[in-house]
């Protein structure tokens, strides 16, 4: 019998239990639920019934029948086996599906624990943030890790768990050629054997806050 960790089902918001979350969080399961999806069109260009996609995520392999069990709780309609968990947590608001209706994460609801934005991040997402993080020590002149982590820490969650991990050697590594750069090469950015200018427009584009 094939077992897996992830499962997904379909609640309908018309035929759902008033209370069908707090049922889902006394499971004390990992889990997801999507936003309301409420626009969602079938192939004629019909509007589909309101309904929510859920993600239950097992500590251990669980068969379709013992998933089956948890969603017959919530009223969850069919058990759908997940083989790749972030592509379908992405699925929950169409994130790699431009021709559909497009849902706001923040509006998924996670339970037990469960990090949704953990789970959906890809490697060009935490790039672009690493790039974010770039551009502020060049606009702002840091020159301190530590109060670069100490803003991130009260103002950029995100930016915050990329200082935390292994990608910080990069920007450590930034910060201090940066410094370099300003010492030996006052008002401007050092390139090969060229120095270049930073322009006013170039701090007009980032509305960063000052420390």
Known sequence: MERTRNYATIVY????????????????IPAFVSPL????VDGDGVVKKEHFHVMLMFESVKTRK?????????????CEQINALR???????????????????GRVQ???????FGTIANASD????????????RIKKITSFARLVDHARHENFEWFK?????????IREYIKSQYWTDKNFPGGVF????????????????????F
Do not use: M
């Open 37 to 40: 999806h409420d626009v969602d």
């Open 162 to 170: 990329i200082l935390c991990d292994y990608r910080n050697s990069a």
């Open 13 to 28: 918001k018309e035929s759902a239990p008033a209370n069908w979350l707090e049922v889902l969080e006394e499971t004390h």
């Open 87 to 105: 592509a379908y947590a992405r699925y929950l608001c169409h994130l790699d599906s431009p021709d559909k209706p497009q849902y706001e994460p």
């Open 126 to 137: 935490k790039y672009e943030k690493i790039a974010e993080i770039l551009d502020y020590c």
């Open 191 to 210: 390139k090969g054997k060229n120095i270049i200018e930073v322009t006013e427009w170039e701090e007009e584009d980032y509305d960063y806050e000052e």
């Open 110 to 116: 996670a339970f037990a624990g469960a990090d949704y």
């Open 66 to 78: 013992q998933a089956s069990e948890v969603f017959k709780l919530i009223s969850g309609v069919g």
